[in-house]
């Protein structure tokens, strides 16, 4: 948890050291960064980092979790159930639309979020990335139970299995289509547009084949 130091800083100062975390964690990961690069980065001294928070890991978990509210705050408009006449894939495949476009025009969050899926201290990744998935399951239930309750979904759904693929899909939704070798079959790398959406919606229908009624 941040110090209160890290509350009383002025809006602009405290925004200038989390982008310059979120820019050096995302590039390096959590073992890798450099506390010194984010001082600098940031206009602030090393020493003040440590008037914010306890450590680095400390400073990594709050970065981590800013990063995934960030991205919850901009997914929530489309977590709502499907309006009327809307299917539930169609509105859940655009959802997964919305969220590879997002990752796209924000790179900093994009990057957390590869730094918190693949980092190599399994301490590290459990301790950030517990959090981060209870706060897409916690958006993503919602949905699952409506769909079951409007019928789209079988009553004997496993919503909690299908949660636990949905937040394993999303960050991968999230790096491959703009990291090469991470989608051997699909190919999501490099694609947008309509192949994109063909693609990732290939993995939306996969994934709800067995539950859909």
Known sequence: MPRPTWDNLDADRRARVLDAAMAEFGRHGYSGASLNVVAREAGVAKGSLFQYF?????????????????????????LEAPGDG???????????????????????????????????????????????????????????????????????????????????????LAIAPYEPGLDAALVLHDTSGRVRSQRARRLVDTLFAGALT
Not at 141 to 155: K, M
């Open 86 to 172: 809307e299917r539930f894939t169609d509105h859940f495949a655009g959802l997964v639309d919305v969220w590879i476009a997002y990752m796209g025009k924000h790179p900093l969050e994009r990057g957390v979020t590869a730094a918190t899926t693949m980092e190599l201290d399994p301490a590290v990744r459990q301790a950030v990335r517990e959090p981060v998935h209870r706060l897409y399951a916690q958006g993503l239930r919602p949905l699952l139970d409506a769909a079951v309750r409007s019928g789209e979904l079988r009553a004997t759904t496993d919503v909690d299995a299908l949660l636990s693929m949905l937040v394993l899909l999303l960050p991968h």
């Open 54 to 78: 306890a450590d680095k890991f400390d400073f990594f978990a709050h970065v981590a979790e800013q990063a995934s509210l960030r991205i919850y705050s901009a997914m929530h408009p489309y």
